[in-house]
């Protein structure tokens, strides 16, 4: 779903773009970053992507706004689309944007190897940040007086909010939006997010929708346990039969992975909104009799599912996962994100918790062990690494200033921000927006937006147009 929804915008921001003719093109270039910014007897470097749209910029003294790349490729667009674009072009600024190391083109030809990745961190990727920061000023000319401000989505809105804690004297404000700040092993109040979302009234859930979501998935676990795995994948249109302990674990997840998706993308376009998609749960179709049970409505779902987002059949081989992930010859985002996650964040969405609508085989140890599988990273390390990205940050409860932190209520990953006014360093850092999901705001306006989202938009533009006054002191 994160890939459509990644297609979903482009096509979005092209139309944008087409209808807005004195769009600028943006200067796109490679800056040659250390590999390995903490030893400098390492010569090594990669080549780091960037864009540059200065169509709105005020030269001298005008701000500048930085889009930090999380864990894909980074697109031209970010520096032509989205909120924080309309928002240079009304306070003058020069729009810069860095790849993330190790995504997209930002990587040596070798660069997926295990032995490569130890070079991909958090840490590397803020010092990846600084350097540009200051790249950017010598090509620029830039001084004092250009005031940065930093904008991030997801995990690259933690990065927006680390890259202001750690580099205070070059960043002076920073927009984090539905940023998982705080690492966690075990993330199963993910899926509790997830079943109260599909209960949220304000959305279209109900506590109707969630109960037929449990009893689906109900039956489905009765039928594996009776062995039924061959009607399963023919129900589903499984690419294969699920046959192995492994390959069962992979088809719930599959299938848990379509009400995750929906909840965390609502109302964005990728397959279902909760609306439609508690509709389809709750409601009997005209093509089944009266018996139709929420194991029949599951199927519907699933049907409907795989010809919106163009799949012939759903995938439930483990081997198959696992070799997409042991490849380092193809350029994709899951093998480096993996890695992040087995050193530095976890984020694993389990679902063993009683909370979870799903299936109890969704658990800790099913996605742990692909560290030690692909990595040869032992499993009682992740703790270790986790508890370390947490008192290196601050956590969900960071000491800084001057950083916003904005997410949705229905968003899984708000369990992860900083949700709270509560610091005496910092009493007004929070945006909490009513029925809206993951990285929402980040979005430019739209006529059919929730009012709740609009009014976020405009708090944030207050409070952005608030720091440049600040730093320009004029207020």
């Known amino acids: 779903m994160k890939e459509r929804l990644h297609n979903i915008q482009q096509v979005r921001t092209k139309q944008h773009v087409m209808t807005h003719p004195s769009t600028a093109i943006p200067k796109e270039g490679r800056i040659h970053q250390p590999l390995n910014h903490l030893d400098l007897k390492n010569a090594k470097t990669f080549p780091q992507r960037f864009f540059v749209n200065d169509i709105y910029w005020q030269r001298s003294d005008g701000p500048v706004f930085l889009y930090i790349s999380g864990e894909g490729p980074l697109s031209k667009f970010s520096v032509l689309y989205g909120h924080h674009v309309a928002m240079a072009e009304r306070h003058g600024a020069l729009l810069v944007a860095l790849e993330h190391r190790f995504y997209g083109e930002s990587i040596n030809p070798d660069g997926l190897e295990t032995e490569q990745l130890k070079d991909l961190s ?37 990065l927006s909010a680390w890259l202001r804690g750690k580099f205070p004297h070059l960043i002076y404000g920073a927009v984090a939006s539905s940023a998982p700040v705080h690492a966690q092993l075990d993330f199963s109040s993910y899926n509790k997010v997830v079943g109260r979302s599909l209960m949220n009234k304000a959305v279209g859930g109900s506590k109707k929708c969630l109960t037929e979501v449990r009893e689906a998935f109900a039956a489905v676990e009765a039928a594996l346990l009776m062995g039924n795995e061959i009607q399963l994948a023919k129900d589903f249109g499984c690419c294969e ?38 509709h389809i749960m709750t409601n009997k179709s005209e093509a089944y009799n009266q018996k139709e049970e929420a194991y029949d409505r599951l199927i519907r779902l699933v049907e ?10 759903l995938d439930v081989s483990h081997e198959t996962f696992v070799l997409e992930l042991n490849s380092t010859t193809v350029r994709s985002s899951y093998r480096p994100w993996l890695y992040q996650t087995c050193t530095e964040f976890g984020f694993y969405q389990t679902c063993e918790d009683d909370s979870c609508p799903f299936s109890h085989t969704i658990n800790l140890q099913s996605q742990a062990e692909l560290c030690s599988q692909l990595f040869n990273i032992p499993q009682y390390s992740l703790p270790v690494y986790i508890d370390f990205t947490n008192q290196y940050y601050g956590g969900n409860r960071p000491r800084t200033q001057r950083v916003l932190y904005v997410n949705g209520n229905i968003d899984p990953w708000t369990e992860l921000s900083v949700t709270w006014n509560d610091t005496s360093e910092d009493n007004d850092r929070v945006i909490l927006i009513n029925g809206t999901a993951h990285c929402a705001d980040m979005n430019h306006n739209k006529a059919l937006d929730r009012p709740a989202l609009h009014r976020a938009r405009k708090e944030i533009e207050r409070r952005v147009a608030m720091w440049l006054a600040m730093q320009n002191g004029t207020t």
């Open 241 to 278: 039969t699920p046959i192995k302990p492994q390959d069962k674990t992979e088809f719930m997840q599959s299938l848990a992975d379509i009400f995750m998706g929906t909840v965390q993308y609502n109302e964005e376009g990728v397959a279902f909104n909760i609306e439609e998609l508690c």
């Open 304 to 313: 409907m599912y795989r010809a919106r987002v163009d799949a012939t059949c």
């Open 122 to 158: 958090s840490q590397q990727a803020l010092a990846d940040l600084a350097v540009f920061h200051h790249y950017i000023c010598q090509r620029f000319g830039l001084s004092y007086k250009n005031t940065w401000i930093s904008f991030g989505g997801s995990y690259a809105g933690a």
